[in-house]
């Protein structure tokens, strides 16, 4: 009698893969070492334990660990599913296999299948062949997309570990979360692209087993945004729409169109990025989301390949489309009267501080204290001397000093809509707004700069009703910012980050976009106090679910018809 299982035949295995054979039994009546019908036991080729199960359709070899936590599949059940095909159940979580294959029915993995041979005796052998990398990622690709389309964060840490095992790279298995889960953004991509950005870049950062968390938080943050959202499809290429126009006349379509239009016709890394950098500075974007985004995505595609445009920038492209202009809102209008009249040429023509040794303590005092949005204030700082690198560092500086005197009281008060987030969004605005102006230089992006200085200023709206607070004392990681080096204090927040205090995906992208924001600013700004701030923000007591914020805020609006206070 003879079972034989998917793969090479036997005589072809030392050609093709390491492999190892071993007897592990009988099927014969006289054999003390009987495999009855319906049993299973479990044996070992090598140091591989596996599990030699025999039914009535013949025996087979199965590895013994199930791949979910490696819990002995021989310490669970034999039985039939509903078509009648033998499995195998792990009794620890009921994860069900086929045996004829290893195919996973009830779970999320498949379990590695051994090719069996029974000779004419009735002798059991069982030959384990080493699969190669390829042949391995062969299999793991396919698992990882199942694992990132339902969400399972088990399985996708798993199949991302396993890959990089065999070879994968952070950046490829970035690469294809994103193929993945980009066009099932609803509204275009958003936190979990900035999320995945960041990630990817410590992933590189990090070395060996160290680049499993800030991978897979990204992957994890792709998987449950877009679980079970279908593609959203993309327009036919057309070259002759301006993509920045199209965002300008909100029609999504179009900028989708335009922006494949360009990627059709190889356009330049700069100038793709020119247009969406003209749309974000155009407006204040929902709280800066907008340019955060397009640095976030053009940041990503440095590290993925610029090949995979097509598959993110398109979205992106939806994703500021649909953001909200919130310069045209009553609380910007008497502030844009005062921007609109700001030469932009010239302040984008001025020298910086690099050449004039300006500093940036009075205008961050400005920031911090002024009444009305001090536009005026910093184009007047802009042409003295800050440019705009230095009035970015003002920026900067003073939303770190909001971060550090934060009233913890506010954050906890379900009848105040403001919270940490709204301060952090201060400084990656501010980083997004720098790394737009070192790459694309030019009155758009000086205004866009101005606009981070008016988020500066708003970030301040609760101060200017409660008071201002008192410094937190630099204590833990806001203790080591303040003294130790400072990028191993940056990958020490980095960690803290991500260890799942964070609780919700939101809380979870804007911890770990903030520190790195903190660290970039720290060093442009010559100044810890982005990176104490940021210590604080990881730190402190938050707010981590919003169903209650959301019932608060509902039985308020619902009772009396007005928004809530800004």
């Given amino acids: 009698m003879k079972s034989e299982q998917p793969g090479a035949a036997a005589n072809d295995l030392d050609q093709v893969?390491?492999?190892?054979?071993?007897?592990?039994?009988?099927?014969?009546?006289?054999?003390?070492?009987?495999?009855?019908?319906n049993s299973m036991k479990m044996a070992k080729v090598g140091?591989?334990?596996?599990?030699?199960?025999?039914?009535?359709?013949?025996?087979?070899?199965?590895d013994n660990a199930c791949p979910h936590q490696g819990y002995g599949l021989v310490t669970g059940d034999l039985g039939v599913d509903g078509s009648g095909d033998p499995v195998v159940t792990c009794q620890w979580h009921n994860w069900k296999f086929r045996v004829s294959d290893g195919v996973c029915t009830v779970g999320q993995?498949?379990?590695?299948?051994?090719?069996?041979?029974?000779?004419d005796s009735g002798e059991i052998s069982v030959t384990v062949v080493e699969p190669t990398d390829s042949e391995r990622l062969e299999k793991l690709w396919p698992s990882l997309k199942a694992g990132l389309e339902n969400?399972?964060?088990?399985?996708?840490?798993?199949?991302?570990?396993?890959?990089?095992d065999s070879g994968a790279t952070p950046a490829e298995i970035m690469a294809e979360a994103l193929a993945i889960g980009a066009p099932k953004s609803e509204y275009g991509v958003g936190h979990e692209m900035a999320l995945a950005a960041d990630c990817l870049h410590l992933a590189e950062l990090w070395e060996g087993d160290d680049r499993a968390l800030p991978l897979i938080q990204g992957l994890a943050g792709i998987g449950e945004v877009t679980r079970d959202r279908a593609p959203q499809v993309v327009p036919k290429a057309d070259a002759h729409i301006s993509v920045s126009e199209a965002i300008e006349s909100e029609d999504a379509d179009a900028a989708m169109a335009g922006v494949m239009g360009m990627l059709s016709r190889d356009a330049e890394v700069a100038e793709v990025r020119h247009h969406f950098l003209t749309a974000v500075s155009s407006h204040h974007l929902s709280y800066g989301h907008g340019a955060i985004y397009t640095q976030k995505a053009f940041e990503l595609l440095d590290r993925i390949g610029w090949d995979k445009a097509g598959t993110l920038l398109p979205h992106l492209a939806t994703s500021i489309t649909y953001s909200t202009r919130e310069d045209k809102l009553p609380y910007m209008r008497k502030p844009m009267r005062v921007m609109q009249g700001l030469d932009f040429a010239q302040l984008s023509a001025?020298?910086?501080?690099?050449?004039?040794?300006?500093t940036p303590d009075e205008l961050v005092q400005t920031l911090l204290t002024s009444d009305a949005a001090p536009f005026e204030q910093c184009a007047n700082a802009v042409r003295d001397g800050a440019g705009i690198e230095g009035l970015l560092d003002a920026v900067s500086i003073a939303v770190s000093q909001r971060l550090l005197r934060f009233d913890l009281g506010v954050e906890f008060d379900l009848d105040r809509d403001f919270g940490w987030l709204d301060i952090t969004h201060g400084l990656t605005?501010?980083?997004?707004?720098?790394?737009a102006w070192q790459l694309d230089p030019g009155p758009h992006t000086a205004r866009l700069a101005m606009?981070?200085?008016?988020?500066?200023w708003d970030t301040g709206r609760i101060e200017r009703r409660l008071g201002v607070g008192p410094t937190a004392e630099p204590i833990g990681l806001m203790g080591k910012a303040q003294t130790d080096d400072i990028h191993s204090v940056a990958t020490a927040l980095a960690t803290k980050a991500m260890d799942d205090r964070g609780g919700s995906f939101i809380v979870v992208a804007h911890l770990v976009k903030?520190?790195?924001?903190a660290l970039e600013e720290a060093e442009f700004t010559r100044s810890r106090l982005p990176l104490m701030a940021a210590a604080r923000f990881v730190e402190a007591p938050r707010k981590e679910r919003f169903v209650a914020s959301a019932v608060s805020e509902s039985l308020e609006f619902i009772r009396t018809q007005k928004p809530p206070t800004r």
């Avoid at 140091?47 to 199965?62: C, D, H, K, Y």
């Avoid at 605005?429 to 790394?435: D, E, L, V």
């Fill in 109 to 119: 993995e498949n379990v590695a299948c051994h090719q069996v041979h029974v000779d």
């Fill in 17 to 37: 893969n390491p492999s190892m054979t071993a007897k592990v039994g009988s099927i014969s009546d006289t054999s003390e070492n009987r495999l009855e019908v």
């Fill in 350 to 358: 001025c020298a910086d501080r690099s050449e004039t040794g300006w």
């Fill in 151 to 164: 969400a399972y964060v088990g399985q996708v840490s798993r199949d991302s570990i396993r890959l990089m």
């Fill in 47 to 62: 140091e591989t334990p596996i599990a030699l199960i025999r039914t009535s359709e013949g025996v087979f070899a199965l």
């Fill in 514 to 517: 903030t520190t790195q924001a």
């Fill in 451 to 456: 606009f981070t200085a008016w988020l500066a």
């Fill in 429 to 435: 605005y501010a980083r997004a707004a720098r790394w």
